[in-house]
């Protein structure tokens, strides 16, 4: 079998998890929504240098492509096989290896070798490593701005006794545990697909540091997770230990040394973090978390610095929308549509999920019934997820958004009141009928086609965020204009981040015209009576 052009054996399962075990805030609907931006794809550092982030579900550039290509060949010549998640992170050797194909292809025989011996007596039980767990070592606690997991390592909380008896592969276990957790419900290929990790160094003393242990630690999670770690904040670290700091850092890469956050505060940390996404300790107001699992993980909003807490309406079970199958993600291929290299697989129960969401897949081309999501279970991520109302409960109106406008042609759908017919008022302009340059000003952007680059990654989603009702963009015009600075009043740009539903400090008045409270955070183009809605 050929996936992802490499020959493919079947894989190998790494992670059982109850699914009474799986956090029900696993994945927020908001990483289902997430269109990252240009930099959070391919990331440029201080030096210079640069690393792709997004590997899955996205268009490479021609020079990578040229490389897959040569690495592909060269595999299926020596007669390779690979699992098909090993497959998929091709791309991820060949960034580690700065496109040096023969060193990506060794790289990727050994992770090959490593998963199949790791996990040839079975998978990684939750119940084997409940115990361990409750130390609280390792664990999720929420998610950065851009919707990254964020792992929480404790170093003073490793028992004694694992020193003595030199166990460093219990903490080993504990890891790979946590990443084949986060590869299976925690990311979403093509949006969200790294991780933070915050590393409190408090209490930690040179007896409890190994440089043997952390060298092993590091060959795991840096050789099998190859690209995962978006940023790592260290936090806390003891004098004592800033002495052996240059001995620590010789086992980083270049790339991995520009990752580093030291931090001299952890209140830095609210810059990238919702509040209640951190406990007190590491700059939040979370209370020190006593249950380590299931992971701790909640709700959004996850706008840095918002201090309102999790939204009580948010709904939970969204990791149940994608299969195990399309969270691994697939690589580019040129040969197939756009629309195929950025399909994923929906589970059969995604219609009941996404519709408590308020959402449903909604094809650029047509809508795909209920049954089509249940039977067929296959739609493009440019498909997108198109709103059918915000999530407000009770007798509070609900109201329709536009569907996503996409280029070059475009499609939309006019707002209906909840439960009247929408027959008469449903307004579909095909997109195979209707040109972009046809279409109302306000649905076309030269300044949004600027900020996210070629026209087909132009366009986020018009979508609901959790605590910002979406109103028609008429109406936001008009909101801009009751503000009186018209286009100048809202940051122009994009960061393709969710919605906080308030910024403390912000000089923005409530928009009463379009029923929406907007902040700095909650990046909208309002120009000319353009307004897309940049929440993803």
Known sequence: VIVNGFQCIPELEAISCADSNVAPFSLPIEALEFTPPPDLVVSPFENGDKERRIHCNVELQAYEQEKLAMMQREANAQGLKFYPSVSAMATRFLNSARMDVKKALKSMQATQEWRKNYFRGGPITDSSVFEDMKHGIVYFTGRDRDLRPAMVVRGRRIPYQWYREKRVDRLIRLLVFCMEYMLRYLVVPGRVENLCVIVDMKGVGLSQVSVSALNEIHRVMTHHFSGRVYRFYVANVPHALSMIAGMVKSLLTDRQKQKIVMLRDTKELRENFALHHLEEDLGGTRPAIKRFFPFPLLAGPFEGGCDTGPDAAAVAGVHRVLTATSVVGHLWDPSKSRKDNVAMEYSPQAKDILERCRLVPCSPTSTPTVEGAATNNSFSTEDELKPQGDQRHGDEQRRDVPARCELPRYKTEASTEEGTSSSADQVELERESTP???????????????????????????????????????????????VGAGAGALAPGSSGRPCCPSDAGSSMAPHATADVEMGPACRRIVQGGRTPCLVA
Do not use: I, K, M
């Open 436 to 482: 972009l340059e046809d279409a109302p000003a306000h649905l076309r952007s030269t300044e949004l086609d600027r900020a996210l680059g070629p026209p087909e990654d132009a366009w986020a989603s018009v979508c609901r965020s959790p605590r910002v009702e979406a109103a028609e963009v008429e109406a936001l015009a008009a909101a801009a204009a009751a």
